[in-house]
């Protein structure tokens, strides 16, 4: 069998760099995915951690989120 004798092997990315990468495309950036995201999710991730009501999103940073999701 040809694949057996096949090195293999797996590239990973650093998982901080994947999610400041995340944090980039869904919460920094002006798009409109980026502003229904802000919405939807930033909002409740500011309530939950300072206990603010933000409308629309605006204000999450990169701390917050990591400290959410790392």
């Given at each position: 069998?040809?694949?057996?004798?096949?090195?293999?092997?797996?590239?990973?990315?650093?998982?901080?760099?994947?999610?400041?990468?995340?944090?980039?495309?869904?919460?920094?950036?002006?798009?409109?995915?980026?502003?229904?995201?802000?919405?939807?999710?930033?909002?409740?991730m500011?309530?939950?951690?300072?206990?603010?009501?933000?409308?629309?999103?605006?204000?999450?940073?990169?701390?917050?989120?990591?400290?959410?999701?790392?």
């Amino acid at each position: 069998m040809k694949l057996a004798t096949y090195k293999k092997f797996l590239v990973v990315r650093d998982p901080l760099e994947r999610l400041y990468s995340a944090y980039r495309n869904k919460f920094s950036s002006n798009s409109s995915d980026s502003k229904a995201f802000k919405k939807n999710y930033a909002a409740r991730m500011i309530k939950e951690t300072r206990g603010e009501e933000v409308g629309n999103g605006d204000g999450l940073v990169f701390e917050v989120f990591k400290l959410i999701y790392h």
